[in-house]
């Protein structure tokens, strides 16, 4: 298993170790090649603008995993650009892809297309807002009972 993460303040990312703990998953993390510089101009123009940028991994080859946890924050009721970028880089036919996002005020429901359009031939199970810790045990543990683990 394997817990890939965006976070641009650590909040997502303690997520991401909460849930990759949970699970004894492996944690890699997605960052955008070049740094913001203005974060709230960038950021929101690439998802405006369905742009795709450069990211980086530090993961291994994915075919190695066949359930993959997937998290983000939201920004402006959407997953960061950098999401669809890996989504799209990579094939995830065959496997479980678990979407998990934090926000204050979005759920990850308005965020979810980007997968159902570029992770085809996956199975894509019920995303979570994990705005509260207690949530995120028995939703990865759901996640585990569809991926038959």
């Not at 817990?3 to 303040?9: D, K, L, P, R």
């Not at 170790?17 to 123009?45: C, F, M, S, T, W």
């Not at 950098?82 to 998990?100: R, Y």
Request: hydrophobic residues 40%; aromatic residues 10%.
């Amino acid at each position: 298993m394997l817990v890939a993460y965006f976070s641009q303040t650590g909040t997502t990312e303690r997520v991401a170790r909460q849930i990759a703990e949970h699970v004894g998953g492996d944690l890699a993390k997605i960052e955008r090649a070049q740094p913001y510089g203005n974060l709230q101009d960038e950021a929101k123009a690439e998802i405006d603008n369905g742009t795709h940028p450069d990211i980086t991994v530090d993961a291994g080859n994915l075919d190695e995993y066949d359930v993959i946890f997937i998290g983000y924050p939201i920004w402006w009721d959407n997953a960061p650009a950098m999401m669809a970028t890996f989504l799209a880089e990579n094939d995830f036919s065959g496997k479980v892809v678990a979407p998990f996002c934090t926000s204050s005020y979005s759920p990850i429901d308005n965020s979810l297309h980007i997968f159902q359009e570029l992770a085809s031939g996956a199975t894509i199970v019920d995303g979570l807002t994990a705005n509260s810790e207690s949530s995120i045990r028995p939703w990865a543990d759901q996640v585990l009972a569809q991926a038959g683990k």
